[in-house]
């Protein structure tokens, strides 16, 4: 199971963009990534997921290079709002059941 | 479509007694799974269900206990609490395709506070 590694904080200025790079250098060839987002007291919230190149959605867009080692999670124009906590994720994918293991997360913290 | 529901949100408890926490999954997923995540370890996985039976497990002693029904809804139980068991308990639904990816809707967790 690939463990992930990412920048423990983050501080952005409002309506900058905002990219977290998240390291995982031993992903496996059908392990895929998941971003999550999470409030205190609150449970993660689904952000983003994907398997190479790019992915991009009303929210985040994510990107995954050739070699999949990385992978950058890339939040247009942030908002005070968007103060949270982010956490990479790698799923191996198994007709056992998929696993899932969740680094330390990136705390982002939106500044006015 | 209903999120995944968690009962009860808030639990305090002793040391030495056991508690249930409930979770309900989103309409049609097949699997649950349970986190537990406090300041100093982050987010553990403890357990996966799927059919009712456990398909995968964390690092946790076996006073973590879980179980799922037929309609998908699960329980786990933290028998003879400690101190360290307080945490916020996560619970995660999924539909589980077989041997594709999935993506994991989580609830908002019970926190457990055992003094």
């Known amino acids: 199971l690939a463990k992930t590694t990412q920048p423990i904080s983050m501080d952005s200025y409002e309506g900058q963009e905002v990219n977290i790079t998240c390291s995982h250098n031993?992903?496996?060839?059908?392990?895929?990534i998941t971003w999550y987002q999470q409030f205190p007291s609150q449970g993660p919230r689904f952000i983003i997921q994907?398997?190479?190149t790019k992915v991009t959605n009303e929210v985040a867009s994510l990107f995954i290079p050739a070699d999949r080692k990385s992978s950058t999670l890339s939040l247009p124009r942030v908002s005070l709002s968007d103060t949270a906590v982010y956490y990479c994720?790698?799923?191996?994918?198994?007709?056992?059941?998929?696993?899932?293991?969740f680094g330390t997360g990136t705390s982002l913290t939106v500044i006015p | 479509k209903a999120g995944v529901t968690q009962t009860p949100r808030y639990l305090i408890k002793t040391r030495g007694q056991q508690v249930t926490l409930s979770c309900s999954p989103i309409?049609?997923?097949?699997?649950v799974s349970w986190y537990q995540q406090t300041p100093g370890q982050g987010l553990q996985f403890l357990f996966e269900?799927?059919?009712?039976?456990?398909?995968n497990k964390g690092n946790f002693p076996g006073r973590f206990s879980g179980r799922q029904f037929s309609n998908s809804r699960s329980e786990m139980n933290v028998s003879t609490l400690e101190l360290g068991d307080s945490a916020l308990y996560l619970c995660?639904?999924?539909?589980?395709?077989?041997?594709?990816?999935?993506?994991?809707?989580f609830g908002p967790g019970t926190r457990l506070l055992v003094l």
């Open positions: 995660a639904s999924s539909f589980a395709p077989q041997g594709e990816q999935e993506t994991q809707y």
């Open positions: 031993n992903i496996a060839t059908n392990d895929y």
């Open positions: 994907g398997y190479k």
């Open positions: 994720l790698v799923g191996s994918v198994s007709n056992t059941g998929n696993q899932f293991y």
């Open positions: 309409s049609g997923h097949r699997s």
């Open positions: 269900y799927f059919s009712e039976t456990q398909r």
